[in-house]
């Protein structure tokens, strides 16, 4: 399995291929990844030259570092519409909301709690990355359109998404309450996406569990769906829901806290793991 990962040494950022260990850097190929994918050569990489960097002289950063849009699937699971205990089934139409790429840190980073808010949640989810831009993408079209695939925890500050009467962006936007990672996966067959397994555990606990076959808006409903309103473009990320489980949904809820290990995993794909951490005043 072919893996990209974008990184920083704390004097410079790059990206590239990672094998076992070992990180080939591309930057010398494309500046970013998100040029990488623009141009159409991100697989074809796997196999490119370039200097050595071992995985563990670096930081992971998040795989598309400057992406156009990110944007998330809200309610995405059937049991997750559930929660809502509101006696309606699932709507035609798909929830959507934007987070900011500087709200999202990279695998092996902490997740940073706001002095604001103790409320700080987690929701593991399937990411796909667009690889080819596109206006109106059918269905039949949609996987055309991927480049790839990766994992996200989409941290939410509960008591912030409710702060006003109809929105949601500020207690998904804090900044690096969320994670994406820990690579970018090439995207090449629907056997990738159609049936995966999804989990999350906190301290080891399984809290989420589902798979992608059970989806109420499929991967392909989602990319004809929002590029009626958008182009979508290379390097535009897409985080499509969460299962059940959240910490939200426990009573008394279960809010993340400094020292608390989150791990999300998604079957072909791998596993993100944050630890949890107080934001430290300037």
Not at 170 to 199: C, M, R, T, Y
């Amino acid at each position: 399995m072919s893996r990209f990962v974008s990184y920083s040494t704390g004097r410079e950022t790059g990206w590239g291929h990672l094998d076992g260990d070992t990180i080939t850097d591309l930057t010398a190929h494309f500046p970013t990844m998100r040029a990488a994918i623009e141009s159409g050569a991100l697989a074809a990489l796997a196999k490119a030259a370039g200097p050595h960097l071992a995985l563990d002289q670096v930081a992971l950063t998040i795989p598309v570092t400057d992406p156009e849009k990110i944007i998330c699937v809200g309610v995405n699971y059937p049991d997750r519409n559930a929660e809502y205990k509101d006696g309606q089934d699932a709507p035609p139409n798909m929830s959507l909301f934007i987070r900011f790429p500087r709200s999202f840190t990279g695998h092996g980073q902490p997740l940073i709690r706001p002095p604001e808010s103790h409320q700080l949640d987690y929701e593991g989810e399937v990411v796909i990355v667009i690889g080819k831009a596109g206006r109106r993408i059918s269905q039949a079209a949609a996987y055309d359109h991927i480049a790839g695939i990766s994992i996200a925890n989409e941290g939410t500050l509960r008591d912030w998404v409710r702060h006003a009467k109809f929105n949601v962006t500020q207690g998904k936007n804090f900044d690096a309450s969320g994670s994406i990672g820990p690579w970018l996966v090439p995207f090449e067959s629907a056997a990738q996406l159609d049936d995966i397994a999804l989990e999350t555990r906190v301290n080891g606990e399984l809290r989420q569990q589902d798979r992608t076959s059970r989806m109420l808006f499929p991967f392909r409903r989602i990319v004809e769906y929002i590029s009626t309103f958008t182009t979508l473009v290379p390097g535009d990320v897409i985080l499509c829901g969460t299962p059940t489980g959240a910490g939200a949904r426990f009573d008394p809820p279960i809010w993340l806290k400094p020292g608390d290990v989150v791990e999300v995993s998604a079957e072909g794909i791998g596993t993100l793991t944050n630890t949890i951490a107080d934001e430290i005043p300037a």
